[in-house]
């Protein structure tokens, strides 16, 4: 197990190398890094990587997220000199207008605001199972047990798989998820493969079901690609699995609190605001790329063009600027606009689906073991694929 004592990254490292590669960085000795860079300028060099520019300060990682003219997402997934450039982008996350545009309104419609309530008893159904499966168990894996088969179940759900169906997309995408690297190319192609078929089906036997909707219909005016629509799939699958599974973790951590497990007793109506501040103080996404398409100016420091830019999410959730002692979790600090989600265009299509799932285990979690407590020590997972961060298991109990 990785323990805090593990670690000797210090501040000053994150001043001129910070390397979100690095697997000794945990979300444990992070913050006094990210507050190092905060304080040394709203935009700091890294040298790492063949060099990015990192913006650190809530304000001008916004604005930055807001102007996707200036700031590219076609490497929202590559940092510094990293070269995967060759890779086809057809994942939203690493687009931009007007393609961007076609595709995000594509993909978000089954997922808006208002369409929440027809997944609510989904969800629930979902959780409940994993509930009775836990209650035999007295002693548990909050990670690996609870929050890790719900987002997989969920997307199922969303494109409308049959049972099987979910459960075999569960199981590829665990394995290609858990692969070392030996492995990591053949459960990827596996999944890749699983996706064509199940794309390929619903192109030639259309069904009522979301997935056939998308396979076969038009936005302005033209049908999507094979490769496209596997994009689509690829970016439903992963984007909302780590993600979710660290925010559930970690919400489930903080829950263990009996200050917090108390005032929600008292008042569940402040189940949303374990929520936010779950996702505020322990984001699970804690950084993503872009590059520059023109020169431009940041707090005096002048980027050139065709530069490679992190925008630190995660930092900008702790900056004193904008959060009053920004690094308490603290239910009682009222509704914030947090950036665990991003900003902007690129803004995640999967935000009300993942504050769904979260205020779900929570009430389900409090009704069935509402004296769970934490037994030992979570293993946190590093800074994983050089942008999020999380869990790798966090022992509980129900009693
Ligand atoms: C707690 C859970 C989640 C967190 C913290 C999270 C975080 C984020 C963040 C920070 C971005 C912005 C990326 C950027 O600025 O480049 C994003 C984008 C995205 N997220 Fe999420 N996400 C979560 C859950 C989900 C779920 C459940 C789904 C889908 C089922 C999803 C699908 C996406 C997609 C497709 C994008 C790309 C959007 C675009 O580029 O327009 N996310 N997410």
Redesign the pocket.
Known sequence: MSTIEDIDLQPEWGLSEFNPWDRRITNQNIWPIYRAMRDEGPVVRSEALGGFWCITRYQEVRAA?LDYKTFS?RN?LEIGKQNWSDRPKT???E?DPPE?TRI?KA?QAP?LQKRMSEFSDGIRESVTELLEEIEGKKEFDIVTDLAEPI?QD??GR?LGFDPETRRRNRELVLKFVHADLEHSETTHADFWAFLIETIQDRLRHPGNDFLSQLCHSEVDGKRFTESELVGMLH??AL??HH??I??ISSMLRYLADENVKKAYLADPAIGSQIVEET?RCD???HL???STNVDTIIGGVEIPAGESVT?L?ASANHDDRQFENPDQFDIGRGPVQH?????????????H??RL??NTVLAEVMRWFPNYRLVGEPEHSGMVFGHHMGWDSMPASIA
Not at 339 to 351: D, K, P, Q, T
């Open positions: 997220a997402s929202a994942r939203l996350i687009t961007h995000r993909m997922i987002p969920v997307v969303i970016g439903f984007a909302g993600t979710a660290d925010g996702l984001p699970p996404i993503e790329g872009r925008l999410y950036l665990a989600f991003g900003y902007g265009i690129h803004m995640c299509i999967g935000l689906l993942a799932e979260m």
